[in-house]
């Protein structure tokens, strides 16, 4: 178990340095458990009960009694979990958010797991039966970074048989998971069912699984450490990027997609790629949790994905607040020392006036002439997600009057005037 020592001596993790050990109960999980406080690392032992099993009880009493003996920082978190949606994704997801607090109360960044050798050759498996890219293709990596805090896997290149002879040799106690022998999990299956066949093929099975990963582990850093540069503020410049070579291309979207927490495989990455190089100015792609990809002329960035009530309300002199929660103010008069006032002047007009969203065929009055509203917003390249936020003041008549930090008609005459502001109430003269 010295590497487990090296690869810490690597991060420059000193002994004092509070180190947070997800610890199931299992065998994995208490020889890492073990390791380390018998080398004298200061460790919090965090456990989690899914309250799946009658013996979810036993591995808390396990890790309670193995914690209070040796007096270690230890914590016990029930998780309630709908069963009818994913359960990994969702108790993996939950396991991670509760990890990360307990790193923040120790004021530590350093959260360790027991991946072994037999997880890594599983999610290669699973990574290439579903697809994914060479990051993902790699498997399970020793050390990873993710919102400020460094996850460490020091039993990575460690097989499930080499921890249990260091269990049974230390005489470290542990409990077997029962549903680690099911079936109807796809990781189990291919545990039970294909990991056996192929070890059978070559015996050193796992070890070439372990050659195969630092091989693409190596590749696929250097790759990303360059691509990182491309993304500034969660922006990528498309002109910037499409100068380089596909596999930097690629890997950028992907990390693009890994920091907003998106599934991904290698079809979309081609897809969002495809739209990088089209022509059009303007476009969004859904992705999953509800999040969408914007390419906006030259930016791409990807955001929630917001849905907008149409607003087509009419203004009464005075505040107005709008169904998005805007405040136009409409007075007969004010100071114009406030540079957020405008100023309208007009012969004629029908009022009420409406506050609405842009509608096709909007048409913008000049002195020289007319033009179509949406062909202004291709002239000022404005992304379309700001577009469809617009705000439009007309007349009853659907004449525009003004939209804010875009356009003011100036083409209505100059007998009467009125005041608007969007945003705070100004007094009234």
Request: net charge positive.
């Amino acid at each position: 178990m010295n590497e487990i020592n090296v690869l810490l001596s690597n991060l420059k993790i000193e002994k004092k340095q509070p180190l947070v050990i997800a610890t199931s109960g299992g065998v994995d999980s208490m020889v890492l458990l073990d390791y380390l406080y018998t080398n004298k690392y200061n460790i919090i032992a965090v456990h989690f009960n899914h309250q799946t099993r009658v013996s979810n009880k036993d591995d808390e009493t396990l890790i309670t009694n193995y914690c209070n003996a040796r007096n270690i920082k230890h914590h016990i978190i029930s998780l309630t979990i709908n069963k009818k949606g994913n359960f990994q994704a969702t108790a993996r997801n939950l396991r991670y958010y509760h990890l990360k607090a307990i790193a923040r109360k120790y004021k530590t960044k350093f959260i360790l797991t027991a991946h072994h050798l037999d997880d890594l050759a599983e999610t290669v498996l699973i990574k290439i039966t579903r697809g994914s890219n060479l990051y993902g293709y790699a498997g399970i990596h020793n050390v990873y970074n993710e919102s400020g805090y460094t996850f460490v896997r020091p039993l990575l290149s460690y097989s499930k048989k080499d921890i249990i002879t260091y269990a049974k040799d230390n005489d470290i106690k542990y409990l077997d998971d029962i549903t680690n022998f099911e079936t109807n999990y796809l990781r189990n299956r291919y545990r039970h069912t294909i990991i056996p066949i192929l070890k059978q093929e070559n015996p050193q099975f796992l070890n070439k699984v372990y050659s195969y990963h630092q091989q693409l582990a190596k590749s696929a850093n250097f790759i990303r450490t360059y691509s990182k540069k491309f993304i500034t503020k969660g922006i990528i410049k498309v002109d910037e990027l499409l100068k380089e070579d596909i596999v930097v291309v690629e890997t950028t979207i992907a990390m693009l997609l890994e920091k907003n927490k998106i599934e991904f495989s290698y079809e979309i990455i081609n897809k969002l790629i495809t739209i990088l190089k089209n022509d059009k100015p303007n476009i969004t792609y859904n992705l999953s949790n509800n999040k969408v990809f914007v390419k906006a002329y030259n930016d791409v960035y990807i955001s929630k994905k917001i849905t907008i009530d149409e607003i087509n309300e009419p203004l009464d002199y005075g505040i107005n607040i709008l169904p998005n929660m805007k405040i136009i103010t409409l007075l007969k008069d004010a100071s114009l020392d406030n540079k957020e006032i405008i100023k309208i002047c007009y012969n004629k007009l029908k009022f009420p006036l409406i506050a609405r969203h842009r509608e096709d065929g909007d048409i913008l009055s000049f002195k020289y002439g007319s033009k179509k509203l949406k062909n202004l917003l291709i002239d000022i390249k404005m992304p379309i997600h700001l577009r469809n936020e617009l705000l439009i003041i007309t007349d009853s008549d659907n004449t525009i009057l003004w939209i804010p930090n875009v356009y003011i008609n100036e083409t209505l005459g100059s007998k009467e005037k009125i005041f608007l502001k969007i945003g705070d109430h100004i007094n009234d003269k």
